[in-house]
DNA sequence: GCCGTTTTCGGCCCGACTGTTTTCAGTCG
């Protein structure tokens, strides 16, 4: 059981609460487990016997939650959720998926009408059944009628972040529990997509039987759906299908080609092949005049065979990767290991789980010459923003730290708030005292783009800011980005010396890998920073790495590469490009 | 349900927006 299962079994137990009308403190308690444990920087399951102080001292996770741990890892489920599995219909809990449908409206729905899933609500709005209940309008009922059709669009896709975790786990299980030869997880998950549709495992091996078997018996099965001799496929708890699939030695590389994508590369490599006399499948590359197979054992000489270099997955969308290819001029892409910080994480002082000390501890364990402390503006009541007054005192704070401490560069940043007309929340008198400024957008979402888009430049022309945060608001599976004029927004950028974020939360992924592109096509800078509310967040930042690559990034670009004093100048706007 | 203590209970993040109302409930961040 991984431990994202066991925080959607603690996200749904808040779920049923909360449409249940239970006490909101214990709904909260369990939503805020769910977090810790969806972000512990280790595997549960294998720490549980051997080292369970670990799981315990968890900010969030007393008495009670610790023994749902205990219990779902030794039985695979857990009695309070199966109790409040049969009071209400599990089904249920798919509406508080639709946007503006909380728990109130969805027990109204189900206690009046009888509402238990999607299909239902959508059929009692458009018999527009649902106005003449209390509270209730035609004006909202159009409004669910929208949120469900945005849902459905949405449906059947998971995040990076979770197809990572699945195809890690199958990996290392096939590895350790079956005769596998060679084993790589392709589509998607490999070009690093933000979000996946499946996840697809090729595998060789002498004894294909076995190996499907182990593949069936994966502990984090929830069904399987299909098993013959070369193939096999299961769904996680998560409803995530995994195909497995048994290829010849010789075809592996061909096999990850094809089976890695994406389609679109893969029809505009077919006709460079065809072109040059080959017939290319996953079973190899082929001769048409002869019929012989010239590659597949390994991927490389696929594209070796076409006259191009090995493309890095994440550039496979065929968006001109092949035309770069041929002529040589690839990008070098940035990797994890040219970076050398990150600037936007939060603490204690705001809404973060950790200090600033444990927060600089856990970015010299990852090698970091810095990080940028960088709470929230007093705007954000809800998570208790810092005033003047506070951010000066976490100033002092940090300063009293540098004196002590060494290794490690902690610079004094904020996520201030851009208001509604594109001022910001925090008197630019103090925010000059920061070694730099973060702007960001978290309110007042629903404006017209052309608003938004002034707002946003109105705020890039602040010389005390030098990063926009997240530049579009969106959350992956969840919300659509805010309307706006991207072009717009990097133009201004550019002009104000102001480095745009690939926020590496995999929630976010914002700006995306094509937005990414643009910008850099512009000439913006990049910063990429994971915005960690815990110091288990931080490896986060390796998912922005992997929008960066998709965006066709270079070190270059990217000003978390750079030494501290080019970073400074760069934060200080004395320096861009 | 968690947490911390002024220690075994009582507090726990709150303000804005929307659509429904005629003073507020529900949702979101």
């Known amino acids: 059981m991984t431990?994202?299962?066991?925080?959607?079994?603690?996200?749904?137990?808040?779920?049923?609460?909360?449409?249940?009308?239970?006490?909101?403190?214990?709904?909260?308690?369990?939503r805020r487990a769910a977090e810790t444990i969806s972000a512990l920087p280790f595997d549960i399951e294998s720490v549980i016997d051997t080292d369970p102080d670990r799981i315990r001292s968890a900010p969030g996770i007393?008495?009670?939650?610790?023994?749902?741990?205990?219990?779902?890892?030794?039985?695979?489920?857990?009695?309070?959720?199966?109790?409040?599995?049969?009071?209400?219909?599990?089904?249920?809990?798919?509406?508080?998926?639709?946007?503006?449908?909380?728990?109130?409206?969805?027990?109204?729905?189900?206690?009046?009408?009888?509402?238990?899933?999607?299909?239902?609500?959508?059929?009692?709005?458009?018999?527009?059944?649902?106005?003449?209940?209390?509270?209730?309008?035609?004006?909202?009922?159009?409004?669910?009628?929208?949120?469900?059709?945005?849902?459905?669009?949405?449906?059947?896709r998971f995040r990076l972040d979770y197809g990572t975790e699945i195809s890690n786990r199958i990996l290392d299980y096939l590895r350790s529990q079956a005769n596998v030869q060679r084993?790589?997880?392709?589509?998607?998950?490999?070009?690093?997509?933000?979000?996946?549709?499946?996840?697809?495992?090729?595998?060789?091996?002498?004894?294909?039987?076995d190996v499907i078997r182990t593949f069936t018996t994966f502990p984090g099965t929830y069904e399987v759906q299909a098993q013959g001799e070369t193939k096999a496929s299961i769904r996680?708890?998560?409803?995530?299908?995994?195909?497995?699939?048994?290829?010849?030695?010789?075809?592996?590389?061909?096999?990850?080609?094809?089976?890695?994508?994406?389609?679109?590369?893969?029809?505009?490599?077919?006709?460079?092949?065809?072109?040059?006399?080959?017939?290319?499948?996953?079973?190899?590359?082929?001769?048409?005049?002869?019929?012989?197979?010239?590659?597949?054992?390994?991927?490389?000489?696929?594209?070796?065979?076409?006259?191009?270099?090995w493309i890095p997955p994440e550039l496979r969308e065929n968006r001109g990767e092949i035309e770069k290819a041929e002529k040589g001029e690839l990008p070098a892409l940035v990797t994890i290991d040219n970076i050398r910080g990150d600037l936007h994480m939060h603490t204690t002082a705001s809404d973060g789980r950790n200090t600033i000390e444990e927060m600089a501890a856990a970015g010299l364990e990852r090698g970091y010459a810095f990080i940028g402390i960088t709470d929230h503006s007093k705007s954000l009541a809800m998570v208790r923003?810092?005033?003047?007054?506070?951010?000066?005192?976490?100033?002092?704070?940090?300063?009293?730290?540098?004196?002590?401490?060494?290794?490690?560069?902690?610079?004094?940043?904020?996520?201030?708030?851009?208001?509604?007309?594109?001022?910001?929340?925090?008197?630019?008198?103090?925010?000059?005292?920061?070694?730099?400024?973060?702007?960001?957008?978290?309110?007042?979402?629903?404006?017209?783009?052309?608003?938004?888009?002034?707002?946003?430049?109105?705020?890039?022309?602040?010389?005390?800011?030098?990063?926009?945060?997240?530049?579009?608001?969106?959350?992956?599976?969840q919300r659509d980005a805010y309307q706006v004029d991207l072009e717009e927004i990097i133009k201004a950028a550019v002009a104000n010396r102001v480095c745009l974020e690939i926020n590496a939360y995999p929630a976010r992924l914002d700006l995306s890998d094509i937005h990414c592109r643009m910008a850099r096509d512009m000439g913006a800078l990049i910063t990429i920073n994971s915005d960690s509310h815990t110091d288990g967040m931080l490896h986060y930042m390796s998912f922005g790495v992997d929008t960066a690559r998709r965006g066709w990034l270079e070190a270059e670009d990217v000003i978390n590469t750079y030494p501290v004093d080019r970073l400074k100048r760069v934060l200080k706007k004395q320096e861009y490009r």
Request: aromatic share 6%.
């Open 183 to 209: 084993i790589a997880a392709a589509g998607s998950v490999r070009r690093r997509k933000e979000t996946i549709g499946d996840v697809d495992v090729l595998v060789t091996t002498s004894n294909p039987g």
């Open 385 to 477: 923003g810092l005033d003047e007054e506070k951010l000066l005192r976490q100033m002092e704070e940090i300063e009293a730290y540098r004196r002590t401490n060494s290794g490690i560069e902690v610079l004094k940043g904020i996520e201030v708030d851009i208001l509604a007309d594109g001022s910001l929340d925090l008197d630019t008198s103090v925010l000059s005292q920061l070694d730099f400024v973060i702007a960001s957008i978290h309110s007042r979402f629903n404006m017209t783009r052309d608003e938004m888009t002034r707002r946003i430049c109105r705020a890039l022309e602040n010389p005390t800011v030098s990063i926009l945060a997240h530049p579009t608001g969106r959350l992956l599976l």
């Open 62 to 156: 007393g008495v009670g939650t610790f023994r749902k741990i205990q219990e779902l890892i030794e039985t695979g489920s857990c009695q309070e959720h199966e109790n409040l599995r049969r009071e209400f219909p599990p089904s249920l809990l798919e509406l508080l998926r639709v946007q503006d449908l909380g728990p109130k409206k969805i027990a109204l729905f189900y206690k009046h009408l009888g509402i238990r899933n999607l299909d239902e609500l959508e059929a009692a709005a458009r018999q527009e059944k649902l106005r003449e209940l209390p509270g209730m309008g035609a004006k909202s009922e159009l409004k669910i009628l929208k949120s469900i059709e945005e849902l459905r669009h949405r449906q059947g």
């Open 3 to 30: 431990n994202q299962d066991i925080a959607s079994v603690f996200d749904e137990i808040a779920d049923i609460l909360e449409i249940k009308g239970d006490n909101p403190f214990r709904v909260r308690s369990y």
């Open 236 to 309: 996680t708890r998560q409803g995530l299908q995994v195909d497995l699939r048994v290829v010849e030695d010789d075809a592996f590389g061909a096999c990850l080609q094809y089976f890695t994508g994406s389609k679109e590369h893969n029809v505009a490599l077919r006709e460079r092949a065809k072109r040059m006399g080959f017939k290319i499948s996953e079973y190899g590359l082929f001769d048409t005049e002869s019929g012989d197979r010239v590659a597949g054992r390994e991927e490389c000489e696929i594209y070796e065979k076409l006259r191009l270099p």
